[in-house]
């Protein structure tokens, strides 16, 4: 059954009343169409019959989807979204543990998270559109506006000792570009970029990311959704901001909280302003 794009701009009560963007993994045409020129999210099924092949099920539906980016140091492709705490000596990418994961875009263009097996309690995930967002600081607090578009510098981690890495150059948090509106966040590594600097944000810059925070953590803006086993969560993030609930798990670990993550690029997708070019291969620094 056809359905109509959501808005690129889109509120939960909007996105509630005309129903989540559900689609079938053979309707690529429509997830492309979505993710492109409607809500910039997709929630898809029938990727994998099976847990046992689903690794092999989902990389080719990602080739299918666009072209698969390297997600770490190791250059993995395809990387486990699970509880690793008690086997970590450090944690320095927060989807490795249970905690609360706060409202970010992650590097990469495209993600595509496929749910093997919930958590026992929680792991909701929180979505909210980067043009929503904008519009509220437009309407509200246009002052902030210039401070978000001027940008900061980010951190980006070694993944190879507590707290290493380096600071990065000065991005946009929101810039507009040949696909309209782009936004890249992580607060975190805009804090820490800040301390290796040897720098301190200014008032006017803690005041334009906390009502960022505000904005990307209203409920009236955001939607909520927790993927079950067999449910696949793909995002453009360029538009599209998404965060975790913190989620309490079994204790048995082959019972565990268990996705699957994938990072694409993808030539159907409109080319990026130039200063958020670098997402195209965003672990190219570390490779």
């Given at each position: 059954m056809s359905r109509d794009l959501a808005p690129k701009a889109w509120r939960r009560r909007g996105m509630e009343s005309r129903g989540l963007p559900f689609y079938s993994a053979d309707d690529l045409f429509r997830i492309k169409s979505e993710l492109r020129d409607g809500a910039g999210f997709a929630l898809v099924r029938g990727i994998a019959a099976e847990s046992a092949d689903a690794g092999a099920c989902l990389l080719r539906f990602g080739q299918a989807l666009g072209r698969l980016l390297p997600q770490n140091a190791a250059q993995e492709t395809l990387v486990e979204i699970a509880d690793f705490s008690d086997e970590d000596a450090f944690d320095d990418r927060g989807y490795r543990s249970p905690g609360e994961l706060h409202p970010h875009t992650d590097p990469p263009p495209l993600i595509i998270l496929l749910c093997l097996r919930p958590a026992r309690?929680?792991?909701?995930?929180?979505?909210?559109?980067?043009?929503?967002?904008?519009?509220?600081?437009?309407?509200?607090?246009?002052?902030?506006?210039?401070?978000?578009?001027?940008?900061?510098?980010?951190?980006?981690?070694?993944?190879?000792?507590?707290?290493?890495?380096?600071?990065?150059?000065?991005?946009?948090?929101?810039?507009?570009?040949?696909?309209?509106?782009?936004?890249?966040?992580?607060?975190?590594?805009?804090?820490?970029?800040?301390?290796?600097?040897?720098?301190?944000?200014?008032?006017?810059?803690?005041?334009?990311?906390?009502?960022?925070?505000?904005?990307?953590s209203d409920p009236d803006l955001l939607i909520t959704y927790t993927l079950d086993s067999g449910e696949a969560l793909i995002?453009?993030?360029?538009?599209?901001?998404?965060?975790?609930?913190?989620?309490?798990?079994?204790?048995?670990?082959?019972?565990?909280?268990?996705?699957?993550?994938?990072?694409?690029?993808?030539?159907?997708?409109?080319?990026?302003?130039?200063?958020?070019?670098?997402?195209?291969?965003?672990?190219?620094?570390?490779?």
């Open positions: 309690v929680g792991g909701t995930n929180r979505l909210v559109s980067a043009n929503t967002i904008r519009q509220e600081i437009e309407n509200k607090r246009p002052e902030f506006l210039p401070v978000l578009e001027a940008g900061f510098a980010f951190f980006m981690p070694d993944e190879k000792t507590p707290g290493g890495g380096r600071s990065r150059d000065v991005i946009p948090i929101l810039i507009d570009g040949p696909g309209g509106l782009s936004c890249i966040y992580y607060r975190p590594f805009i804090e820490r970029a800040a301390a290796v600097n040897g720098t301190k944000l200014a008032g006017n810059s803690i005041a334009a990311l906390d009502y960022f925070d505000r904005c990307a995002l453009n993030n360029y538009r599209v901001l998404h965060a975790r609930d913190e989620y309490e798990d079994w204790p048995e670990k082959g019972r565990r909280r268990h996705l699957l993550r994938l990072w694409l690029d993808a030539d159907w997708l409109p080319d990026p302003p130039p200063a958020h070019a670098g997402r195209r291969n965003p672990m190219a620094a570390m490779l």
